[in-house]
């Protein structure tokens, strides 16, 4: 569809489920749990903007000087569930899904192959929301559908940066 005015497509409002996902627009600086060897703490910058005229959210994850990857979240009206797609820049990838904000928690659930360890694996991502410039993510994988969810990463994440400027 598009104006009689100017011939330019209009665009639909995002979904609301894509709106919900909010708290990842913009610069966010991540910080891991302190190491049991002493050393500091992983450091994860996020970079969120809205993609395809709003209508997907494309969020940017870098680990200064190891690894950078990319996360695609797009609503899904005939499964009524986010889509969520991933890739890095070492050939990791995949695709999950979710069913929304659930219980205060959004939980991504998908299946990669993982580059860095030369194998397939089932992914969790969880993220609980403390307020508009603060939330937890967990991050927790397993070999088969029928293991139990180990942990991998626990990430504080606050945001940065004057939201002006986004």
Known sequence: ??????????????????????????????????RPDGSPPTVMHMHGTPALGGSHLQVDVTWPGTMAGRWTFGWNPVDGELGVHYIADSGSRGSGSSPGWRDG?????????????NAHRYVRDVFHRIDD?????????????????RPIDVFECHRVGDPAAW
């Open 105 to 117: 928690e959004l939980v991504v659930t998908g299946h990669y192959a993982v580059v860095e360890l």
């Open 133 to 149: 410039d603060h939330f937890v993510s967990r991050s927790y994988a397993r070999a088969t559908p029928e293991e139990e969810w």
């Open 1 to 34: 569809m598009s104006t009689p005015q100017t011939g330019r497509p209009v665009l639909p409002a995002p979904p609301e489920q894509l709106r919900a996902l909010d708290f990842l627009l913009g610069h966010n600086e991540c910080v891991g749990r302190p």
